[in-house]
Structures are given as C-alpha cells and as structure tokens.
C-alpha cells in the first residue's frame, strides 16, 4: 500500500525556471494539501483541495499554482522559481472533515533554488 | 505571537526517563488538537489525537487545557526509538483558510 507518493524526491533549479511536483493518493482521500516546511517554521500550507476539480488558498499561496484533475493527484507547479522558494515541500491527504481528520503525508521533495 | 508555540529544545533525556512537552496556540476557539512525529528528514506522523477529557496511547498520554490554551503530551519510560521531533497540531474556527496549524516543533533526543 503506497499511500501518498511524492515526485521528485530531490531537485535543484535555478532561478526563473518552472517546474511542477506531483502528489499521488491511493487510499481515495477527498482533500489534499501543498505545505513547506522551512528550518524553525513548522509546515505552513501553501494550496490544498477538497476534491477533484477544485482548489483553494492556503497561508503561503504566492508564487505556486495547483490543478487537481483525478482525485488521486495534485500537482504543485512554479512558474518562475524564486531562491525563497528552496524548502521542503509535503503533500498530503484527508478524509473529508479538514482539520479533524488526521492527515497522511508523502515523504517529500527537497527543492533547491540557485 | 505565533499561533501556535513550542519550546524547541532540544531536550536529551536518558533512557527510561519520563518527559513532557507542552505547546500553547493562541486562539480560544480552536477545536481539534494532534501531536504528530517527524523522524529527522521524514515526512510528519500522526502520534495521536488530543480529546477533551485526555487521552493515553501506552507510554503516550496527551492532555488540553481549554483554559490556559495548551495541551501537553508526556512520555514515560522513553525509548531510544522515541527521539524525534514532535509538532503540536491545531485546527483553528471552521472558515480560517489556514485549516490546520502546525507549530515548529519540539525536538527529543532519547541516551542509552
């Protein structure tokens, strides 16, 4: 059982370029979530969705667009990545009922900046 | 005053030791609370719930205090395989777009 898988697991840009990450759920969960996680910052949430086709705004959104097109992916995109931008970025997923329901994470993506 | 706040530590107690941390959040009208574990470069784990009433999973017992707005998870006889980092989580009213609210983490390291 997978659970939520996360690619890439490493990745190092340089500044201006775009790329996008992807988040993969087998377990069938309505809501996902973008966080980064920063040294001495805890996971602040960037996007998250609360099922297929919809998206909304997290505490950090600037910078970072999503899509969720099939229930089991969401994709993070930068269109034009910034050095404050370098963090850890988790996916993760819910049952429906944010913020009572215990969420289940990937293991991340370690985006580099230069 | 960030939302939610947690002494960082690190705290380096040896085996067999009792330990207890505790996380204060700011808003009175927030409504679930967790403890989760991140292994260092790992994705966070839910450790458990935080009920009303406290709660206790084994040598895990998590406590709220509604009044003073904290809750507190205690170890007891801690094992090496317990250091790690472990994040107060808080949900705070239905409607904040920030949903839940993670603090920055207290970090354990468990002697032989």
């Known amino acids: 059982n997978a659970g939520v898988t996360q690619t890439p697991k490493f990745r190092v840009l340089k500044t201006g370029q775009s790329m996008t990450l992807l988040c993969a759920q087998d377990?069938?969960?309505?809501?996902m979530y973008w966080y980064r996680q920063d040294p001495g910052m805890g996971l602040r949430l960037i996007h998250y969705?609360?099922?297929?086709?919809?998206?909304a705004k997290g505490e950090v959104p600037d910078g970072y667009n999503v899509s969720r097109l099939k229930k089991q992916n969401f994709l993070l995109g930068l269109e034009s990545a910034a050095p404050s931008q370098t963090s850890v970025y988790f996916c993760?997923?819910?049952?429906?009922?944010?913020?009572?329901?215990?969420?289940?994470f990937g293991d991340g993506t370690r985006l580099s900046i230069l | 005053r960030k939302e939610v706040e947690q002494d960082p530590g690190p705290f380096n107690v040896p085996e067999g030791a009792t330990v207890a941390f505790n996380c204060t959040y700011s808003?009175?009208?927030?409504?679930?609370f967790f403890w989760y574990r991140q292994d260092c470069r790992k994705e966070p784990k839910l450790l458990m719930s935080?009920?009303?009433s406290g709660n206790e999973d084994g040598r895990f017992t998590a406590q709220l205090n509604r009044a003073s707005q904290y809750i507190s998870l205690l170890i007891r006889d801690s094992k090496l395989s317990d250091s790690a980092t472990y994040l107060c989580?808080?949900?705070?009213?239905?409607?904040?777009?920030?949903?839940?609210?993670f603090g920055s983490g207290t970090q354990l390291t468990v002697l032989p």
């Open positions: 935080v009920y009303s």
């Open positions: 989580v808080v949900n705070p009213p239905s409607g904040s777009a920030r949903q839940l609210t």
């Open positions: 377990m069938n969960h309505e809501y």
């Open positions: 993760a997923s819910s049952l429906p009922g944010m913020g009572n329901q215990p969420q289940h």
């Open positions: 808003n009175s009208a927030s409504q679930s």
């Open positions: 969705s609360v099922g297929e086709g919809t998206t």
